[in-house]
């Protein structure tokens, strides 16, 4: 019974925790004006929060560089399962104009399974709530195969 109320309670307000892994703060700044009241994210339900444990996805911006690799990875394993890992912009997917560079490790894909990836350079507040909201989705499918 409590568990059906939780899963129904949350399953229409999920927790963003955001990660920056090195970024020039363009899709950062994008981020911030889909939570702002012209675009107003948490209409849809998300709320930024400030810790990973009790995050329900996890928005990574920027290429993982070798410094911030390990962080990255600690934070994201700290969200509870089930977890959504969204990406944000070009850097986290294939580095931009930072790949090949001696400071990046790469994709973040290489490291951890990303369900949600939202291109551009820096994304349109519109693709990120867009990609946000099927990320929300995924989450709520995640939540009953659990």
Sequence with gaps: MFKKLIAE????????????????????????SVLTPRFDAERLGFKLTGSPRQADIAVVTGPVTKQSLPRVLRAISQIPEPRC?????????????????????????????????????????EAIIDGLALAAKILKEKREQM
């Excluded at 309670?9 to 911030?32: M, Q, R, Y």
């Design 9 to 32: 309670s949350t399953a229409k307000s999920p927790w963003l925790f955001h990660i920056n892994a090195g970024s020039c703060n363009g899709c950062d700044i994008e981020i911030v």
């Design 85 to 125: 890992i969204v990406t944000v912009g070009s850097c986290p997917q294939s580095g931009n104009v930072f790949k090949d560079s001696y400071a990046v490790a790469g994709p973040l894909s290489k490291y951890v399974h990303v369900d949600v990836d939202i291109a551009g350079c820096a994304p349109r507040p």
